[in-house]
């Protein structure tokens, strides 16, 4: 069995195998693309004879037995090799084909033309034995799907320009003896690609111990659900593509007269439209999966033939609106089938099991040539049965093509139930494409894929983090693990920017938290908690009593994120031992998100310590008012107050004044509530409260303020908030912390504000 191949003998492998394909779409466009059907119909071949030549394109599958026999016996390679240059030799009837249609014979010279055609599939299918396991070997790893899609996007480059060259060595009616020249050039790449897939290395012998007959192989697939729904829907996705691509050549120069070298430029379109679907699928495929492409290349394909239905006869004779219409056909057609086409492969691939790698690959062909080989065949008697019956061409087409929108229709409706293989569901999927943000965090995750140095890294993580997007989780995780600091750093700082985590995130995130204390498990720690990864609380329990008290804050923090209140008790001893001031300012900060009552005392505890540091005042005070919940009036009051202290008196009496005539306008006046006796104590006390705060804030009163306080309605406020409060405004070692006072004061304003509004809401007195 052969060895893996290491990253660098895969690199130089497939390098070869790109440049293999090179050489095989040009034979493949120079001998039996488009031109092999031009130049049918430039020897007057029917719509059955057009049917057949596209039938014949499917023979090669039903040689796949062949091919496996002698993979029993010989190197897979040299089976690849040597039937790639047979099949180009194998075109050598086309070379005499025009000197016989030039002597009077068509009939002959269409007899070469199907030998010549026949004998390429042929032998082509004992060589595609290999397809698989080849390209199986060289599209393994990560980027399975983006590799296989690159080789489809080198052969529609390839293709495209194929066509291209096509149509300008044509030009409208060509002499026979052009294609001559054409055909040596298709039949000289050929025997050159052939060549160099000998050069390439030989693929792990997938499936040869299990000898498996084709009965053998239908049961297998076919007792298996999933594989089962596959081939059904490649079965109508064939016979669609077959035809719809097939017959828009017919179409285009039957239909529309259109001239040899105007058809090879449609080709350059639908050539195109293959390249463009080639790069969208490599770019999409890794991120979002392989059965929304799918689904979205088979609509699009349906939105491509729909048009064929509807188009006005009057049309035809419109050269602008012919070339336009064509234009579209072949672009969007190509766009959407060959795109279907290419990720059903891709599809197949991650589907079957390495085991039958080969068996069922035989199987995916063999079904492939029937619905697309029989489908040609039988589109081409069934255009000229209708125009035997006196059908116009340009009808018949209209038929043929409803029918293949009512099976694409069904095809669509099946798609939905194929087994997701890790694919996006098809909705998020849309999101992704028409996502700004996703297709540029995918664009960063492809860069970051090729950067060259760990400053580039760095810099795509921060731009990641700019742009979160969960399809860059997989990229963040890996990143995670990177030996470089900075690197891990800028990965879970992206990382924190996400909506939601995945099961393998959180188990990431939960290890970097137990085994890289001192360095990046304090950022893992706070991701858990802002993220409420409730399974980490008894792992953050462990951590808040770390050493490492980055890591230790951090857990805290998240416990209270996560509402732990069962740790509220060990928090506050943590806090109240610790002098660390990093730490004791994270506790302060959960106590505010723990909003709980209960643990006043303590931060007022904190705040009398000798000389306590302003940055540990102003967390006190911050967390304080969360509790109290006026953490957002308080701030601003806080940041005014920082900005110039001598103001201290001025804010404090503001805030009672403005909160006094809220009280009397949100009830209609202070002559509106003198007119309700029962409201007239709650009026006195309100009017008293720029008195109290006065005295409390210049002359070191507290006392009014306090009473004024307890005389708040108790049903309003939480009572021990009430009595500490009250308290507080009396305890001289508070009075010195300026912070407090304001805070104090800003309280009372809040909760005459309160008491204004709970008063019109029932238009009553509340006051014990």
């Given at each position: 069995?052969?060895?893996?191949?290491?990253?660098?003998?895969?690199?130089?492998?497939?390098?070869?195998?790109?440049?293999?394909?090179?050489?095989?779409?040009?034979?493949?466009?120079?001998?039996?693309?488009?031109?092999?059907?031009?130049?049918?119909?430039?020897?007057?071949?029917?719509?059955?004879?057009?049917?057949?030549?596209?039938?014949?394109?499917?023979?090669?599958?039903?040689?796949?037995?062949?091919?496996?026999?002698?993979?029993?016996?010989?190197?897979?390679?040299?089976?690849?090799?040597?039937?790639?240059?047979?099949?180009?030799?194998?075109?050598?009837?086309?070379?005499?084909?025009?000197?016989?249609?030039?002597?009077?014979?068509?009939?002959?010279?269409?007899?070469?033309?199907?030998?010549?055609?026949?004998?390429?599939?042929?032998?082509?299918?004992?060589?595609?034995?290999?397809?698989?396991?080849?390209?199986?070997?060289?599209?393994?790893?990560?980027?399975?799907?983006?590799?296989?899609?690159?080789?489809?996007?080198?052969?529609?480059?390839?293709?495209?320009?194929?066509?291209?060259?096509?149509?300008?060595?044509?030009?409208?009616?060509?002499?026979?003896?052009?294609?001559?020249?054409?055909?040596?050039?298709?039949?000289?790449?050929?025997?050159?690609?052939?060549?160099?897939?000998?050069?390439?290395?030989?693929?792990?012998?997938?499936?040869r111990e299990r000898r498996v007959d084709f009965s053998g192989i239908f049961r297998e697939a076919f007792s298996r659900p999933p594989i089962r729904r596959f081939i059904i829907i490649l079965v109508m996705v064939a016979l669609i593509s077959g035809i719809a691509r097939a017959f828009i050549l017919v179409y285009a120069?039957?239909?529309?007269?259109?001239?040899?070298?105007?058809?090879?430029?449609?080709?350059?379109?639908?050539?195109l439209g293959v390249l463009m679907i080639g790069l969208l699928i490599k770019f999409l495929v890794d991120r979002i999966g392989v059965k929304p492409i799918y689904i979205v290349c088979t609509m699009i394909g349906l939105a491509g033939m729909t048009p064929i239905v509807f188009f006005p006869a009057s049309g035809v004779?419109?050269?602008?609106?012919?070339?336009?219409?064509?234009?579209?056909?072949?672009?969007?057609?190509?766009?959407?089938?060959?795109?279907?086409?290419?990720?059903?492969?891709?599809?197949?691939?991650?589907?079957?099991?390495?085991?039958?790698?080969?068996?069922?690959?035989?199987?995916?062909?063999?079904?492939?040539?029937?619905?697309?080989?029989?489908?040609?065949?039988?589109?081409?008697?069934?255009?000229?049965?209708?125009?035997?019956?006196?059908?116009?061409?340009?009808?018949?087409?209209?038929?043929?093509?409803?029918?293949?929108?009512?099976?694409?229709?069904?095809?669509?409706?099946?798609?939905?139930?194929?087994?997701?293989?890790?694919?996006?569901?098809?909705?998020?999927?849309?999101?992704?494409?028409?996502?700004?943000?996703?297709?540029?965090?995918?664009?960063?995750?492809?860069?970051?894929?090729?950067?060259?140095?760990?400053?580039?890294?760095?810099?795509?993580?921060?731009?990641?983090?700019?742009?979160?997007?969960?399809?860059?989780?997989?990229?963040?995780?890996?990143?995670?693990?990177?030996?470089?600091?900075?690197?891990?750093?800028?990965?879970?700082?992206?990382?924190?920017?996400?909506?939601?985590?995945?099961?393998?995130?959180?188990?990431?995130?939960?290890?970097?938290?137990?085994?890289?204390?001192?360095?990046?498990?304090?950022?893992?720690?706070?991701?858990?908690?802002?993220?409420?990864?409730?399974?980490?609380?008894?792992?953050?329990?462990?951590?808040?009593?770390?050493?490492?008290?980055?890591?230790?804050?951090?857990?805290?923090?998240?416990?209270?994120?996560?509402?732990?209140?069962?740790?509220?008790?060990?928090?506050?001893?943590?806090?109240?031992?610790?002098?660390?001031?990093?730490?004791?300012?994270?506790?302060?900060?959960?106590?505010?998100?723990?909003?709980?009552?209960?643990?006043?005392?303590?931060?007022?505890?904190?705040?009398?310590?000798?000389?306590?540091?302003?940055?540990?005042?102003?967390?006190?005070?911050?967390?304080?008012?969360?509790?109290?919940?006026?953490?957002?009036?308080?701030?601003?009051?806080?940041?005014?107050?920082?900005?110039?202290?001598?103001?201290?008196?001025?804010?404090?009496?503001?805030?009672?004044?403005?909160?006094?005539?809220?009280?009397?306008?949100?009830?209609?006046?202070?002559?509106?509530?003198?007119?309700?006796?029962?409201?007239?104590?709650?009026?006195?006390?309100?009017?008293?409260?720029?008195?109290?705060?006065?005295?409390?804030?210049?002359?070191?009163?507290?006392?009014?303020?306090?009473?004024?306080?307890?005389?708040?309605?108790?049903?309003?406020?939480?009572?021990?908030?009430?009595?500490?409060?009250?308290?507080?405004?009396?305890?001289?070692?508070?009075?010195?912390?300026?912070?407090?006072?304001?805070?104090?004061?800003?309280?009372?304003?809040?909760?005459?504000?309160?008491?204004?509004?709970?008063?019109?809401?029932?238009?009553?007195?509340?006051?014990?």
């Amino acid at each position: 069995m052969a060895v893996p191949l290491s990253p660098y003998r895969l690199g130089k492998a497939r390098d070869l195998y790109n440049l293999f394909n090179v050489f095989n779409s040009f034979s493949w466009q120079f001998l039996v693309g488009t031109i092999i059907i031009l130049f049918a119909m430039r020897l007057e071949a029917s719509s059955t004879i057009i049917g057949l030549i596209n039938a014949l394109a499917y023979v090669s599958f039903f040689f796949l037995p062949l091919g496996k026999l002698l993979a029993g016996k010989l190197s897979i390679i040299k089976i690849y090799g040597s039937a790639w240059i047979i099949r180009a030799l194998g075109m050598l009837p086309l070379i005499f084909a025009p000197f016989v249609a030039n002597m009077g014979r068509r009939d002959t010279a269409l007899g070469l033309t199907l030998l010549g055609v026949f004998n390429f599939h042929a032998t082509r299918g004992i060589g595609m034995i290999a397809n698989n396991p080849v390209l199986d070997q060289l599209a393994r790893g990560p980027n399975r799907g983006s590799y296989m899609t690159q080789v489809q996007i080198i052969n529609s480059a390839i293709g495209m320009f194929s066509s291209f060259t096509i149509a300008l060595i044509l030009g409208r009616e060509p002499p026979l003896y052009l294609y001559v020249f054409l055909f040596a050039m298709g039949i000289v790449g050929g025997i050159v690609s052939g060549i160099l897939i000998l050069k390439l290395p030989e693929p792990e012998r997938l499936g040869r111990e299990r000898r498996v007959d084709f009965s053998g192989i239908f049961r297998e697939a076919f007792s298996r659900p999933p594989i089962r729904r596959f081939i059904i829907i490649l079965v109508m996705v064939a016979l669609i593509s077959g035809i719809a691509r097939a017959f828009i050549l017919v179409y285009a120069r039957e239909v529309f007269n259109q001239g040899d070298g105007m058809v090879s430029l449609y080709s350059v379109f639908g050539g195109l439209g293959v390249l463009m679907i080639g790069l969208l699928i490599k770019f999409l495929v890794d991120r979002i999966g392989v059965k929304p492409i799918y689904i979205v290349c088979t609509m699009i394909g349906l939105a491509g033939m729909t048009p064929i239905v509807f188009f006005p006869a009057s049309g035809v004779e419109n050269v602008t609106t012919a070339v336009l219409y064509l234009t579209f056909l072949f672009f969007v057609i190509n766009f959407g089938f060959l795109g279907a086409e290419g990720i059903a492969q891709t599809y197949f691939l991650a589907l079957i099991p390495a085991e039958y790698m080969l068996d069922m690959g035989i199987l995916y062909f063999l079904v492939f040539a029937v619905a697309g080989g029989g489908g040609s065949f039988l589109a081409g008697l069934f255009l000229d049965t209708f125009t035997a019956l006196g059908v116009s061409l340009f009808a018949s087409f209209k038929f043929l093509y409803v029918l293949l929108i009512l099976i694409a229709i069904v095809v669509l409706i099946l798609q939905r139930r194929l087994v997701p293989l890790g694919s996006l569901p098809f909705r998020g999927a849309l999101e992704v494409m028409f996502s700004v943000r996703d297709l540029k965090a995918i664009t960063l995750l492809d860069k970051l894929n090729r950067s060259k140095g760990a400053e580039e890294e760095e810099a795509l993580l921060g731009a990641l983090h700019e742009t979160p997007s969960q399809l860059s989780l997989g990229g963040l995780l890996e990143r995670a693990k990177s030996p470089r600091l900075a690197i891990r750093l800028e990965s879970l700082r992206a990382m924190e920017a996400l909506k939601t985590l995945s099961q393998d995130a959180e188990s990431a995130l939960m290890s970097d938290a137990i085994n890289n204390p001192y360095t990046t498990a304090y950022i893992s720690a706070r991701i858990l908690g802002n993220h409420q990864v409730t399974s980490a609380i008894p792992l953050l329990r462990e951590l808040a009593a770390s050493d490492d008290y980055m890591l230790a804050g951090e857990a805290i923090v998240a416990l209270a994120r996560m509402k732990d209140n069962a740790f509220l008790q060990q928090v506050e001893e943590i806090i109240v031992k610790t002098g660390n001031p990093r730490l004791k300012i994270r506790g302060v900060e959960a106590f505010g998100i723990y909003r709980s009552a209960k643990s006043l005392p303590v931060l007022l505890d904190i705040i009398k310590t000798a000389n306590p540091p302003p940055y540990l005042q102003d967390e006190v005070a911050l967390a304080i008012a969360s509790i109290l919940d006026i953490q957002t009036p308080f701030y601003h009051l806080l940041v005014r107050f920082l900005e110039n202290k001598s103001l201290i008196a001025a804010l404090a009496i503001d805030e009672a004044e403005s909160a006094v005539e809220f009280f009397g306008s949100i009830n209609g006046g202070w002559r509106n509530l003198r007119r309700k006796p029962a409201l007239a104590e709650s009026s006195r006390q309100a009017k008293s409260l720029p008195a109290a705060v006065s005295s409390y804030i210049q002359e070191a009163q507290g006392a009014p303020l306090s009473r004024w306080i307890m005389e708040l309605p108790h049903d309003m406020c939480d009572p021990m908030i009430q009595l500490i409060i009250a308290e507080t405004v009396l305890d001289d070692e508070l009075y010195v912390h300026e912070r407090l006072r304001l805070l104090g004061v800003q309280w009372a304003a809040w909760e005459l504000r309160r008491w204004a509004k709970q008063i019109k809401e029932v238009g009553i007195n509340t006051s014990c």
